[in-house]
C-alpha cells in the first residue's frame, strides 16, 4: 500500500469518528423497552425478597405457583436471574449435563443430610436451546426445576464438584433476612463485569498451566521430551515460529532428527467465538503439520465444545489426538508422545 492510499485510510478513519455516536443514544436505541423491563424489577424488588424471606424450600416452589403469589412467575424468575446471575446458556449446558448423564433425581444437601428432588421435566426436556424467553415462560414443571437450581445450585450433590454452581447460594441464606441483606449487598461485587472479566483472564490461563504442569512432571526424568518457549519452526514468524499453547520436542531414539509436538489448550463452559476460531484454524494447520512431518494435538473441555459438535469434529477430523483434561486422558496425550519418540 502506497502512502497516499494509506493516508487516505486514516482521513476516512478519522471522518468515521468525527460523525460517529460513540456512545449509544435515544436516537439510535429505544432507551423505553429497557426502562419499562427495569421499572417493573424495580417495583417488584421488596415482594421478591419478602417471598424468600418468608418461606423455606418446603414451602417455596408451592407457594410460587399458588394464587396468593404476589408476583408472575415471569417476573419471580427474571428477579431470580438476576439475583444469581445464572444466565440462559448454563441453564441449558446443565439441561445438556442432566440429560448425557441420565440424572433424573438431584440431591440437595442440608447439613449432614440429602433431600432428594426429582426432576419434573428439565433432564427430559428437547433438544431445542433454552432461550431467554422460554425460561421466563415456563411451564410449571420447569419452573420447579429452574427454582431449585437457581436458587440450590451450590448445595446440590450432583454440582459440587463445579466451580460454576458455587455462586448459586440462595437457598442457604433462605428465610433469613440478616442473610438474604448480606447476600444483596456482595452481589453488585459479585456480578459487576470487572470481576467476571478478572475471573475470565485467569480461567483462560489457568487450563493451560495445569497441562504444561502434568506434561512436565510426566517427562521430568525423559531428556527426549522437552518443553520449549519457541514456536514451531517452518511455520508463521522466520525467527520465532509458530506459537501455540504447549510446543514440545521429542527427540527420536533412533536420533533421526527432532520432532515437534504443538497442542492447544481450552477449556469453554459457554460458547463463543473462541471454538469456531479453534476449528477452523485446525483445518489449515493439520495439512501444514503432516506435512512436515510434526503433530498436532488438543486439550479441550467444557460444555461449550460439547454444544458445537461441528466445531468439535472439525477439530477431532484434524488433529492427531484430542484429549480432555482429566489426569487419565492427560496420561494418554503423554503416552502418544512417547510412542513418537520410539517409531
Excluded at 424468600?52 to 417476573?75: A, G, N, R, V
Excluded at 428439565?122 to 431449585?148: C, F, H, M, W
Excluded at 512432571?217 to 504447549?246: C, V, W
Aim: with cysteine; proline share 2%.
Amino acid at each position: 500500500m502506497d502512502v497516499n492510499s494509506s493516508n487516505k485510510i486514516l482521513d476516512k478513519i478519522i471522518n468515521l469518528k468525527r460523525n460517529a455516536y460513540w456512545f449509544w443514544t435515544e436516537d439510535i436505541r429505544d432507551t423505553k423497552i429497557d426502562n419499562d423491563a427495569l421499572n417493573d424489577l424495580k417495583q417488584s424488588q421488596s415482594s421478591f425478597i419478602q417471598i424468600l424471606e418468608k418461606h423455606s424450600f418446603k414451602d417455596l416452589l408451592s407457594y410460587i405457583q399458588s394464587s396468593q403469589m404476589p408476583l408472575s412467575l415471569y417476573l419471580f424468575i427474571k428477579h431470580l436471574m438476576r439475583a444469581t446471575d445464572f444466565s440462559a446458556e448454563l441453564l441449558y449446558r446443565t439441561k445438556e449435563f442432566l440429560t448425557f448423564n441420565n440424572i433424573e433425581i438431584l440431591h440437595i444437601i442440608d447439613k449432614d443430610n440429602y433431600i432428594p428432588y426429582q426432576l419434573q421435566s428439565l433432564g427430559k426436556y428437547s433438544n431445542k436451546r433454552l432461550l431467554n424467553e422460554k425460561i421466563l415462560n415456563a411451564n410449571p414443571d420447569l419452573v420447579q426445576d429452574i427454582v431449585t437450581i437457581f436458587i440450590f445450585g451450590s448445595q446440590i450433590k450432583e454440582f459440587e464438584k463445579f466451580i460454576s454452581f458455587q455462586k448459586f447460594r440462595l437457598g442457604t441464606v433462605l428465610g433469613n433476612k440478616d442473610g438474604l441483606k448480606n447476600y444483596f449487598v456482595s452481589l453488585y461485587l459479585e456480578v459487576h463485569n470487572q470481576t467476571k472479566g478478572s475471573s475470565s483472564n485467569s480461567s483462560g490461563k489457568l487450563p493451560q498451566d495445569i497441562v504444561k504442569k502434568y506434561l512436565d512432571s510426566y517427562f521430568l526424568n525423559n531428556p527426549s521430551i522437552k518443553r520449549i518457549s519457541s514456536g514451531i519452526p517452518n511455520m508463521g514468524d522466520a525467527n520465532k515460529g509458530k506459537g501455540f499453547d504447549a510446543v514440545y520436542t521429542i527427540r527420536k531414539d533412533s536420533g533421526n532428527g527432532i520432532i515437534y509436538v504443538a497442542i492447544e489448550i481450552a477449556f469453554q463452559e459457554t460458547t463463543n467465538s473462541t471454538l469456531e476460531r479453534k476449528a477452523d484454524l485446525a483445518f489449515g494447520y493439520f495439512r501444514e503439520f503432516k506435512n512436515l512431518g510434526y503433530y498436532l494435538c488438543y486439550v479441550i473441555d467444557g460444555a461449550g465444545y460439547f454444544s458445537r459438535e461441528p466445531a468439535l469434529k472439525r477439530i477431532l477430523n484434524n488433529s492427531h489426538l484430542c484429549v480432555t483434561f482429566k489426569p487419565n486422558e492427560l496420561k494418554k496425550l503423554c503416552r502418544f508422545m512417547e510412542n513418537i519418540s520410539t517409531r
